[in-house]
């Protein structure tokens, strides 16, 4: 994917990393990583979520690349990492897997951040022996571990049978979704953003959103229908912190609190008043200033570093 395709310019355009690499996973797709910051930094690992990319991170990495070790990237499909046949909840745990081995060294322990469906990568990798050896802590944004389309509120009648039905036509939609419109960011900040969201934000959402390829979109669709990680979520044994916003219609908060009642470890639920489903870009600092927290209470620093 190249960068044209988003904001060029302020928070929200995509930082230029230290180094890039192509990470092979478990089956062979091919992943696209960045690294931002100085290299002996403690390091953070940021998984971003449905029909998003790299670039969904930008004001997470400029802040905490100042002082962190910052990896990024694309889920299979995503950005610029090529389509793969395999979409599955353990695809995601063989790609994260295969990127933590890839960009920190034996043993080496990292906070990891995931949105939304990154939220539900880290589920799926709970139990991998990789994922145990890097994680020292978790954030989890705006994700869900099942029931993501019966939970929904995108479209706003009674909870039921039919608003099931309407969601999974919504989200599953197989239409391309267009160049960037005024009328595609008012569709865009309905579906997935408080009604405070600044212009600037619901832009650069829109520009990342409408770059994932239609197939892609819809592909994913699919396995986020059926997931159930709550057995992922009973073994994320980490220090664990769940932030959402009040406003989310696509993983409401009713989600978050299911999440911290499951958590072995958890450290509570932020709760974002009037903030929606893109809590990293509706709330950089927050989410930013709750990575860094957790970098500072559960991250050895290197000696020399």
């Not at 599955?88 to 295969?98: F, K, M, P, R, W």
């Not at 039919?162 to 197989?174: D, H, I, Q, S, Y």
């Amino acid at each position: 994917m190249s960068r044209l395709t988003h904001v060029l310019s302020g928070p929200y355009a995509p930082p230029a990393p230290v180094r890039e690499l192509t990470v092979l996973s478990a089956d062979g797709a091919r992943l696209h990583v960045e690294v931002h910051g100085p290299e002996g930094a403690s390091p953070v690992v940021l998984a971003h979520g449905w029909t998003c990319s790299t670039a969904f991170w930008a004001a997470q990495i400029r802040e905490l690349a100042v002082d962190h070790r910052v990896v990024v990237y694309d889920q299979r499909g995503h950005g610029r990492s090529p389509a793969s046949p395999a979409c599955s909840a353990d695809g995601l745990a063989d790609d994260l897997e295969a990127v933590l081995e890839a960009t920190l060294g034996p043993g080496e322990k990292a906070v990891i951040a995931g949105h939304s469906m990154g939220g539900m990568t880290v589920m799926a990798a709970a139990e991998r022996p990789g994922f145990r050896e890097h994680a020292a802590a978790v954030l989890l944004c705006s994700t869900g571990s099942s029931r993501l389309v019966a939970e929904s509120t995108l479209v706003p009648i009674r909870a039921g049978r039919l608003r099931t039905w309407l969601t999974r036509r919504v989200l599953g939609a197989r239409a391309p979704l267009g160049p960037v419109t005024p009328l595609a960011l008012w569709i865009l900040k309905y579906g997935t953003m408080g009604p405070g969201s600044a212009p600037h934000m619901v832009e650069a959402c829109a520009r990342i959103v409408h770059a994932c390829p239609r197939k892609v979109r819809y592909a994913w669709s699919q396995v986020l229908d059926l997931l159930d990680l709550d057995h992922g979520v009973r073994q994320l044994t980490v220090p664990t912190a769940v932030v959402v916003g009040t406003a989310d219609r696509l993983t409401p908060p009713v989600h978050a609190h299911r999440l911290a009642a499951a958590l072995p470890n958890c450290l509570g639920v932020t709760e974002l008043p009037g903030l929606g489903h893109m809590t990293p870009i509706e709330a950089p600092e927050l989410v930013s200033a709750r990575i860094r927290e957790l970098v500072s209470t559960y991250v050895q620093v290197k000696e020399g570093a």
